[in-house]
Each structure stands twice: as structure tokens, then as C-alpha cells.
């Protein structure tokens, strides 16, 4: 093992050779410092089927083949490489199931009267998730949005 190469908190969907990190471990791979990257999973590596094969093939063009440690996964070989796209495949869809589903539960709960995410200033959110006015606060904003109105400036 050469090294760890982990863009921790940068999103799969960003190309390989857009990250810190990625982009080291090509330069390396372009170095001849190995000649096979081991990933965990196929969908560490990225969440779209362009992001993970354009990743295979920048690391194939440095000299270096791909495997997975939990996939039949071994582009040095016919198989590993048809087993490659097809896992690829898969990676981008589970991410494009996801991201429905996330957004048919987001609209799910707005119809319900749900509000999701921060509270505005001038509202507080009760047990079920519902906005309610805080007479206090909102009077706060009456007066700003007056005074901006009628032109006043900080």
C-alpha cells in the first residue's frame, strides 16, 4: 500500500481530478507510484456512471487498474471491466432513487403544512412541524419592513 487518498466532506458527484485529493492520487498514478487502486465500494469512488468511469479511465490512461475490496471489481481483466460498468450503473441509479424519493417525502410533508429546514424569524415551529407566528418577533419584522419601505437605511 502506497498511500490513503480520502476527499472526506467532497461530494461523489465532483470528477476525481476536481478533488484534492483525487487529483493526488492521479498525479501519483501518473508517477508510477502503483498500479492499482483499491476502493472500498464502486460508489465511494463517485455517484454518477460518467464521474466513476471518467475516474477509470484517467487512472487506465496513468497505467493503473481499479478494484473493489466488497465487489468483483478488477478492470485489469474482460470481466472485472463489464462487472465495473454494471456496478457503475447501478451506483448512479441507487443515488437517483434516493434523491426521488427524498423529494416526493419533501413534498409529502409541505402538502401536509410541514415547514422543513430553519425557522424564519417571526415563526416558530410546534410539535408537528407547523409555523406559528411569535407576535413578538413579528412585530420586529412589521417595523423593518416598514422602515425599509419607506426608505430607511442602516
Not at 60 to 74: C, F, K, M, W
Not at 106 to 135: K, N
Request: no cysteine; net charge negative.
Amino acid at each position: 500500500m502506497v498511500d490513503t487518498y480520502a476527499d472526506d466532506g467532497v461530494s461523489g458527484t465532483i470528477p476525481l481530478h476536481e478533488r484534492p485529493e483525487g487529483r493526488r492520487l492521479l498525479e501519483d498514478a501518473k508517477a508510477g507510484k502503483f498500479d492499482t487502486v483499491l476502493v472500498y465500494k464502486l460508489d465511494r469512488l463517485g455517484r454518477s456512471l460518467l464521474v466513476i468511469v471518467d475516474a477509470h479511465d484517467r487512472l487506465a490512461q496513468a497505467g493503473a487498474s481499479l478494484r473493489s475490496a466488497t465487489e468483483p471489481v478488477d478492470t485489469s481483466t474482460a470481466s472485472g471491466r463489464l462487472i465495473f460498468q454494471m456496478l457503475a450503473s447501478f451506483a448512479e441509479y441507487e443515488r437517483e432513487t434516493i434523491r426521488e424519493r427524498t423529494r416526493a417525502g419533501l413534498h409529502r410533508a409541505y402538502r401536509g403544512g410541514r415547514h422543513m429546514g430553519a425557522v424564519p424569524y417571526g415563526y416558530r415551529a410546534d410539535e408537528h412541524g407547523r409555523l406559528e407566528i411569535v407576535p413578538e418577533e413579528a412585530e420586529v419584522v412589521r417595523e423593518v419592513v416598514s422602515n425599509a419601505a419607506g426608505g430607511a437605511t442602516l
